[in-house]
C-alpha cells in the first residue's frame, strides 16, 4: 500500500534559519506528491505540488523536488519567518483501482521565534 | 461558496449520542472527500464521493460511520452510537475532478466524545 514517512517533530528555528523537512514515500504506480500547510486555527492548504520526476514544486519560497530514486519529497526553504509557523504535512495521491484517496504523513510542526 | 464550509465547528457529545458533520464543498466542484485527524496522527481518509456516488467507502472505520450526499453539493457524515475513541478533527474537501490534486479543505469539525 501507500505510506507516506516525514520527519518526527516539533521542529523549533529562529527567523531566517534554513529549513527542511524530510518527507521519504513508498507508493504503488506513479504517486503525485504535495505538501499541505495548516496555520493555527485555519484549514489545510495545498502549499506546493510535483506530478513527476524531477519535477520541483515551489510556492511562498518553499520548495520540493520530486525524486523517484530516493522516493523522497523533502521541503525546504531558505530563510523562514515567524508567519511560517504552522504544521506542514506531505502527501500522495497514486491513483489504484477504485482509490482516489491523498495519503499522508503524520504532520511536522513548525515554530519559528524572533 | 468561496470555500469549503463545515458546520458545527465544535460538537461535544455524549458517548452513545449520534451526531451529523456537515460540509458544503466549493460550488462545481464534484468531488468531496471526508478525512480525520486524530491527536498525533496524520490525515486519515474515510469516504471519497463522485456526485452523490461514493466509489471509495474503503476508509470508514466501522458500520457506526456513514456519509451520504444529495444534490451533488452538501454531503453529511453521520456517526452512530459516539465512542470515545470518534474524538478527532473531521475534514472535509472538495476538488472539481476526480482525482485529488487540487483538493480544497474545510476547517473541520472538532468532535469530542464525553
Known amino acids: 500500500g501507500n505510506s507516506v514517512t516525514q520527519m518526527e517533530g516539533p521542529v523549533t528555528l529562529s527567523e531566517e534559519a534554513f529549513l527542511t523537512i524530510n518527507c521519504t514515500y513508498t507508493?504503488?504506480?506513479?504517486?503525485?506528491l504535495f505538501w499541505y500547510v495548516q496555520y493555527p486555527g485555519e484549514g489545510l492548504q495545498l502549499l506546493l505540488k510535483?506530478?513527476?520526476?524531477?519535477d520541483k514544486g515551489s510556492n511562498k519560497g518553499f520548495e520540493a523536488t520530486y525524486r523517484k530514486e530516493t522516493t523522497s519529497f523533502h521541503l525546504e526553504k531558505g530563510s523562514v519567518q515567524v508567519s511560517d509557523s504552522a504544521v506542514y504535512f506531505c502527501?500522495?495521491?497514486?491513483?489504484?483501482?477504485?482509490?482516489?484517496?491523498?495519503?499522508f504523513g503524520k504532520g511536522t510542526k513548525l515554530s519559528v521565534i524572533p | 461558496g468561496a470555500g469549503v464550509s463545515q458546520s458545527p465547528s465544535n460538537k461535544v457529545t455524549e458517548k452513545g449520542k449520534d451526531v451529523e458533520l456537515r460540509c458544503d464543498p466549493i460550488?462545481?466542484?464534484?468531488?468531496l472527500y471526508w478525512y480525520r485527524q486524530s491527536l498525533g496522527q496524520g490525515l486519515e481518509f474515510l469516504i471519497y464521493?463522485?456526485?452523490?456516488?461514493?466509489?471509495?467507502k474503503s476508509g470508514l472505520p466501522s458500520d457506526r460511520f456513514s456519509a451520504e450526499r444529495t444534490g451533488g453539493s452538501v454531503s453529511t457524515l453521520t456517526i452512530q452510537r459516539t465512542q470515545q475513541e470518534d474524538s478527532a478533527v473531521y475534514l472535509c474537501?472538495?476538488?472539481?475532478?476526480?482525482?485529488?490534486?487540487?483538493?480544497?479543505f474545510g476547517q473541520g469539525t472538532r468532535l469530542t466524545v464525553v
Open positions: 502527501a500522495l495521491y497514486s491513483q489504484g483501482a477504485g482509490s482516489y484517496q491523498l495519503t
Open positions: 460550488s462545481g466542484h464534484t468531488a
Open positions: 464521493f463522485q456526485g452523490n456516488s461514493a466509489p471509495d
Open positions: 474537501a472538495s476538488s472539481s475532478q476526480g482525482a485529488p490534486t487540487e483538493a480544497f
Open positions: 507508493a504503488t504506480g506513479y504517486p503525485s
Open positions: 510535483a506530478t513527476k520526476a524531477d
